[in-house]
């Protein structure tokens, strides 16, 4: 072979192995040929593609409740008393069929569910019960609050909407610090100015708002003056403004649902209402409530 073609030779295997380890090099270090990090396209924008959402498992095998007096079962059995058999999430009532009877059946829900709600209280107490449902390491945890915070003894009273975000935001962090792959079940605040409109049918029910049942929405029941009704007006608009607050938190996290507002559209009659206040749900509510969170939590997808 000629001298000058095995020098050209052995100058084109040198530049061949140089471009390779150019080469090799850029892959180790994680660069592309527009000098950028690697996995990045030009706007610098990853490239890999996005974990997929949890999917929504529809039978959870264990339940625990935070919230209200309705999840308490208040005056559904006696007059100003809690009564959590009957609880819609927890209860074990064979007429009201909990949520959890319908998820577990009875005899698991016995042992396998959990009723920390706490009646009167309000946002700012539900950490501290999201604290104690999570030691209990749930698959589901169902939330039901914010009647108490639009229901004070004045408009001037009810949390302030801000308020209402933070501490339900500090609650499902407080969730998730223990019990990260939980589900949460978000019922609508009801619509506390059509139980007023029902209510006041009975007298008798009447007669126990004056003990200081939701004074903003129930106090002087029978007023229909323009102060009134501007005071039950103000009412009815933060609620619609917490569960816009529910829906809008519950939406960036995504093991939870939301119930789409359907509490709040539902219509109670009186038969559905606590015989004692003609406020709180009677038993047959409790039903009701339950047969619509078992509805929605095993729903292929969200409320619309």
Wanted: proline share 6%.
């Amino acid at each position: 072979m000629p001298e000058h073609s095995s020098r050209r030779r052995a100058r084109s295997a040198a530049v061949t192995l140089a471009a390779v380890a150019l080469a090799g090099g850029a892959v180790l270090t994680g660069c592309t040929s527009d000098g950028g990090p690697a996995g990045r396209d030009s706007e610098g924008a990853r490239s890999a593609s996005p974990a997929p959402t949890p999917a929504w498992d529809a039978s959870p095998a264990s339940v625990a409740a935070v919230g209200d007096s309705i999840t308490r079962g208040f005056d559904a059995c006696s007059v100003l008393a809690d009564c959590p058999e009957v609880s819609w999430a927890t209860g074990t009532d064979d007429g009201v069929r909990s949520l959890a009877v319908r998820l577990l059946g009875a005899s698991k829900a016995a042992s396998h569910s959990w009723n920390h709600a706490v009646s009167g209280a309000r946002m700012a107490q539900l950490p501290e019960q999201m604290a104690l449902a999570a030691k209990e390491e749930p698959e589901l945890v169902t939330v039901m609050i914010g009647a108490n915070d639009a229901c004070r003894d004045s408009v001037r009273l009810m949390t302030p909407e801000a308020d209402f975000r933070a501490s339900f935001e500090a609650s499902m962090r407080q969730l998730r610090a223990t019990a990260p792959k939980a589900q949460v079940y978000v019922s609508s605040v009801p619509d506390l100015k059509r139980l007023w409109s029902t209510g006041r049918e009975n007298p008798l029910g009447k007669q126990i708002w004056k003990l200081g049942i939701c004074r903003s929405m129930l106090g002087d029941a029978d007023d229909m003056g323009p102060a009134a009704v501007s005071r039950r007006n103000a009412v009815q608009k933060r609620v619609v403004a917490y569960n816009e607050v529910l829906r809008d938190v519950c939406a960036r996290d995504e093991r939870c649902r939301y119930d789409g507002g359907a509490v709040f559209e539902y219509r109670f009659t009186g038969e559905q209402l606590s015989e004692w206040d003609w406020f709180h749900p009677g038993r047959n509510g409790q039903a009701r409530l339950a047969e619509i969170a078992y509805r929605n939590v095993t729903a292929s997808g969200p409320p619309a």
